[in-house]
Nanobody
Framework: QVQPVESGGGLVQAGGSLRLSCAAS????????AGWLRQAPGKEREFVAA????????YYADSVKGRFTISRDNAKNTVYLQMNSLKSEDTDVYYC?????????????????WGQGTQVTVSS
């Protein structure tokens, strides 16, 4: 069993940066794929970024490519999302998720474990 817990959300001005962290319990987290997804009120949850078990493979939604970077430190059981050049349309609740596979996962329904979410608000 893996339980992700997000932190690092908050309020930032457009053009600014934030780093989200996802600390996961469970000794097998290093063998799980991980990802960040986001959801606005009344909208479906959407994929943002994903990373494979080792951190050697990453994938991004087109809307964040070049601005966001996903990384992981398996010694700390933690996944990060560095968000730069933030825009007002990045305002959402951001969720960390893990999947019982070593490959990159880019579809919402394939994730098995979810955190509670952290709010990111970008003011224009």
């Amino acid at each position: 069993q893996v339980q992700p817990v997000e932190s690092g959300g908050g309020l930032v001005q457009a053009g600014g940066s934030l780093r989200l962290s996802c600390a996961a319990s469970g000794r097998t987290f290093s063998s799980h794929a991980a990802g960040w997804l986001r959801q606005a009120p009344g909208k479906e949850r959407e994929f943002v970024a994903a990373i494979n078990w080792s951190g050697g493979v990453t994938y991004y939604a087109d809307s964040v490519k070049g601005r966001f970077t996903i990384s992981r430190d398996n010694a700390k059981n933690t996944v990060y999302l560095q968000m730069n050049s933030l825009k007002s349309e990045d305002t959402d609740v951001y969720y960390c998720a893990a999947a019982r596979t070593i490959r990159v996962i880019t579809t919402v329904y394939e994730y098995d474990y979810w955190g509670q979410g952290t709010q990111v608000t970008v003011s224009s």
